[in-house]
């Protein structure tokens, strides 16, 4: 990985734009924030376009992020508001401390950032946008984060198609690898619930979501479930993936390189162990925290267990930025599939339209869908039994369904973002 991100140049950043998809760096600076947008002209030369924020200085994005404080530069006050984001999304919190910090971020950068993107993209007639998020902001799912545009709520997600990449280079070529996969024959290589053996480890919406977006997808499939998901497997069988699916646990850390791992039934796969291999249209880490970046560096870029996964072959690598329920991961995961496969659409475009799809999700929808998808089904009778139902923040009360729309809490639809193409 030691070119990671290196070598960008104009060259770079015209072949990372598509018509009508630009190319944004968001960066925040000691004195405001700086959105530098990179289009292309019909002719197809480049045109790079700024706008800059007074607000948020790189100061205040530190303090509202890692202390979850509103600071005032003008008289040095910080005033705590919520958890901390960044310790939240990158350890072990409470689902309510979780729910508080991820509301409390979102909520503040969506009137922030959100709706200033929103109308700098607007002007420049843009259907989508490739994110850069520079420095922490790369933490947040930016594109979910929500402001009120006098008729309620809205976010980027709503507006645009969106997707992220760590550097305009890596853009290029996701899209590059991408064109060359458009008609290669679909394999698909998983591996669900490798701790299911381990007290405490067990994923039970692991299997069911694997199994089946397998049925969407209808060709050849290949993958291992419980201590047979090892890195015998993966090593042997992620080549020859044109979609590579992990359902299991994961690790990410804002500060700690060594903390970036894919769990597997015979140990941690770091993200700095993996190699140039993969020649996958998809790898989909449905894991806790595999988006996560560790920020920071010399270079002020970032790099996660997602990115890594994109610099070893990947054209798009769709993963998560905080800890996620299984079983409303599996549903989101298996929509997303049928979005691809049923839909024909990419897998940033196929990932929006499932989340949004899933935080608008009514109860009755919600049993309808679980009634035509008979694993899930299974898996959700089996926890109704247990009595157990999510509540505000992911808290398990007496049965499993909540009234009214089940995910519409933005812990259990924002977290997965999509990187490359």
């Not at 925040?28 to 376009?49: C, D, I, K, Q």
């Not at 280079?169 to 060359?180: D, H, I, K, M, P």
């Not at 190699?275 to 010399?298: E, N, Y």
Request: with cysteine; glycine share 10%; charged share 20%.
């Amino acid at each position: 990985m030691a070119a990671f991100g290196i070598g960008g140049g104009p060259a770079d950043v015209l072949g990372a734009v598509e018509p009508g998809w630009p190319l944004l760096y968001v960066n925040p600076t000691p004195v405001g924030t700086l959105l530098l947008l990179a289009t292309r002209h019909p002719e197809g030369r480049l045109a790079v376009s700024a706008r800059y924020l007074q607000d948020p200085t790189s100061t205040i994005v530190y303090m509202r992020l890692l202390a979850g404080a509103d600071y005032s530069e003008e008289n040095g006050t910080a005033e705590s508001s919520s958890p901390s984001y960044l310790f939240a999304i990158s350890g072990n919190p409470t689902a309510g401390q979780l729910h508080e910090a991820v509301t409390s971020t979102l909520g503040w950068a969506g009137p922030q950032l959100g709706r200033p993107i929103a109308e700098f993209l607007s002007e420049q007639e843009a259907a989508g946008v490739t994110l850069v998020l520079c420095g922490p902001l790369a933490t947040v799912p930016l594109a979910t984060a929500p402001w009120d545009d006098g008729e309620g709520p809205s976010c980027l997600l709503d507006l645009f198609e969106v997707r992220h990449a760590p550097s305009a280079a890596l853009t290029r070529s996701a899209l590059e690898r991408s064109r060359r996969l458009e008609n290669v024959d679909v394999r698909l290589v998983g591996l669900a619930d490798p701790h299911r053996d381990f007290p405490d480890g067990q994923l039970p919406g692991a299997e069911p979501e694997l199994r089946e977006i397998a049925r969407v997808i209808g060709s050849h499939a290949d993958f291992a479930v419980g201590k047979e998901a090892d890195a015998r497997f993966l090593k042997t069988s992620a080549g020859e993936a044109t979609h590579l699916h992990l359902a299991c646990h994961a690790g990410g850390g804002v500060f700690d390189l060594e903390s970036m791992v894919v769990c597997l039934a015979d140990g941690d796969l770091r993200a700095m162990e993996l190699s140039g291999s993969l020649q996958s249209r998809l790898v989909t880490v449905s894991a806790c925290q595999s988006a996560v970046p560790v920020i920071g560096g010399p270079s002020g870029e970032v790099f996660a267990t997602s990115t890594a996964f994109l610099a070893a072959g990947s054209a798009s690598v769709v993963a998560s930025l905080w800890q996620v329920d299984d079983l409303a991961t599996a549903i989101l995961m298996t929509r997303f599939y049928e979005e691809m496969f049923e839909g024909g659409l990419r897998p940033p475009e196929a990932l929006r339209r499932a989340q949004l799809w899933l935080r608008d999700l009514t109860e009755p929808e919600t049993l309808d869908y679980l009634e035509r998808h008979s694993l899930l089904h299974a898996e959700l009778t089996r926890r109704s039994r247990g009595g157990e139902r999510l509540g505000a923040g992911g808290s398990k009360v007496s049965s499993w369904l909540t009234l009214g729309r089940p995910f519409s809490d933005p812990v259990f639809w924002a977290p997965f973002i999509a990187i490359g193409a």
